[in-house]
């Protein structure tokens, strides 16, 4: 088994699968919390990194030269979980929408050999459209407190530099730094925003073992570590993740799978030093859903995923679709 041939698109993207980051962040932390009612782990609920992307073929770096992809993500959800899982009684109305594109080029150094591992290096840009209905609940003579908004703009630029690639018949490896710049769209005065107006470093490791004939496992473990966002004064919580991704070659052509991820925040989201609503709205999450991958030849393939959120904490919880495709230069 080649894994040149079995490589699907769905290998590393900055695309935000929640770029709602500020946009929710501004509202519930500012609002909401001078009200008492946050609701959301890290600023926002969201993450500068599209956690769910990297579940397949992670661990197996492409050949040299320059190799494009196209990505594609639709999130929704219609419920907002609080610190115990519960849907979150503090808001009267909440839906979430967004819808993400983006484009990532690849370049693997040819004959470059760092720790006798090939070398790669990756930049990834979208634009996002987030649209947000959002009302906190206040006594009924009053009647909800709207903070509603949309938006599309560009989301924050992901480049990692360095990404080290160790192969062998049945085990490959990959390991770098994944890093997310403040290039986004960000607005203080806007109740919703594409861009997360802080940095993020991250290193990992990724792995994808070929145990038997057609069969893949594959996965990431990410550590990512937020700046504070100076607009608001809000430092989002250090996330730890693990996604994955196993699947069966039905066909030269044709695989099928279940793909996920676990998420867990590691430490507090803190504003002007305080941990937010005295728990810190550490945030959790299990994802889970099936994939189809369509590779016709070597050059191009697509994977479509579905994948649900479930026991939420302090996020939303929703449902995601991600199309995905390497496209040959």
């Known amino acids: 088994m080649k894994h040149t041939t079995q490589r699907p698109a769905g290998r590393g993207t900055g695309v935000a699968a929640r770029p709602t980051a500020d946009g929710i962040g501004r509202t519930l932390s500012a609002a909401m919390m001078l009200a008492g009612a946050g609701a959301m782990a890290t600023e926002g609920g969201g993450n500068s990194y599209p956690m769910g992307v990297e579940t397949h073929y992670n661990g197996v770096m492409l050949p040299e030269g320059l190799h494009s992809f196209a990505y594609y993500a639709h999130y929704e959800a219609s419920r907002s ?12 109305y909440f839906r979430l929408r967004s819808d993400v594109v983006a484009g990532r080029l690849s370049y693997v150094w040819p004959g470059v050999r760092l720790f006798g591992a090939t070398v790669e290096t990756r930049v990834v840009q979208a634009v996002a459209s987030v649209n947000l209905s959002l009302g906190i609940s206040r006594p009924p003579a009053a009647g909800p407190l709207d903070r509603s908004g949309s938006r599309t703009g560009l989301a924050d630029t992901a480049l990692s530099p360095i990404i080290l ?9 990959t390991a770098g730094i994944d890093s997310h710049l403040k290039t986004g769209t960000y607005d203080i005065a806007e109740p ?10 991250a290193p990992f490791y990724a792995l994808t073992w070929f145990p038997l004939a057609g069969v893949d496992v594959n996965a990431k473990f990410r550590y990512a570590i937020n700046s504070r966002n100076k607009a608001t004064n809000y430092r989002s919580g250090d996330e730890a993740s693990i996604e994955f991704g196993t699947g069966y070659r039905m066909t030269p052509v044709i695989a099928v799978g279940v793909s996920g991820y676990v998420y867990h925040q590691t430490t507090n989201d803190t504003q002007n030093g305080v941990a937010v609503n005295g728990n810190g709205n550490r945030g959790r999450v299990n994802v889970l859903g099936p994939y189809l ?6 050059r191009w393939s697509v994977i479509a995923k579905l994948q649900t959120d479930l026991d939420a904490r302090n996020r939303p919880q929703g449902t995601r679709l991600w199309v995905q495709a390497r496209i040959p230069l």
Not at 81 to 92: E, F, I, Y
Not at 166 to 172: E, I, K, R, T, V
Not at 192 to 201: E, P, W
Not at 293 to 298: D, G, K, L, T
């Open 192 to 201: 919703v925003n594409t861009g997360r107006n802080y940095y993020q470093l």
């Open 165 to 173: 690639g160790w192969h062998s018949p049945a085990y490959h490896q």
């Open 81 to 92: 979980k609080d610190n115990a899982g519960n849907d979150n009684p503090r808001l009267a």
């Open 293 to 298: 991958i369509v590779s016709p030849n070597p």
